[in-house]
């Protein structure tokens, strides 16, 4: 179980299990835009939309990880990892 964890959007999603479709999906029930490759992109660090879709994102992420009965260990606001020195 992840616990005391902050994820970065792209750790979240690849962690989820879920589809980009199934991403967007979550996101435009929660009051998102854009479309699913504005969604991959962002997720994937290519393009950053603002806070609010940010937070939305995370937010559709970690309601799956507690459908899923495990922690929501996605950071809200932006969190960057420095890049793998290897």
Same mark, same amino acid.
């Given at each position: 179980?992840?616990?005391?964890?902050?994820?970065?959007?792209?750790?979240?999603?690849?962690?989820?299990?879920?589809?980009?479709?199934?991403?967007?999906?979550?996101?435009?029930?929660?009051?998102?835009?854009?479309?699913?490759?504005?969604?991959?992109?962002?997720?994937?660090?290519?393009?950053?939309?603002? &806070?609010? =879709?940010? &937070?939305?994102?995370?937010?559709?992420? &970690?309601?799956?990880?507690? =459908?899923?009965?495990?922690?929501?260990?996605?950071?809200?606001?932006?969190?960057?990892?420095?890049?793998?020195?290897?």
């Amino acid at each position: 179980m992840l616990t005391h964890l902050s994820l970065t959007l792209a750790e979240g999603m690849r962690l989820s299990r879920l589809s980009y479709t199934e991403l967007w999906t979550r996101c435009l029930a929660l009051g998102g835009s854009g479309t699913v490759a504005q969604l991959r992109r962002h997720v994937e660090g290519d393009e950053c939309l603002d &806070n609010h =879709e940010h &937070n939305i994102i995370a937010q559709a992420l &970690n309601e799956t990880y507690l =459908e899923q009965g495990r922690d929501h260990p996605v950071a809200y606001g932006h969190l960057h990892r420095p890049p793998d020195p290897s």
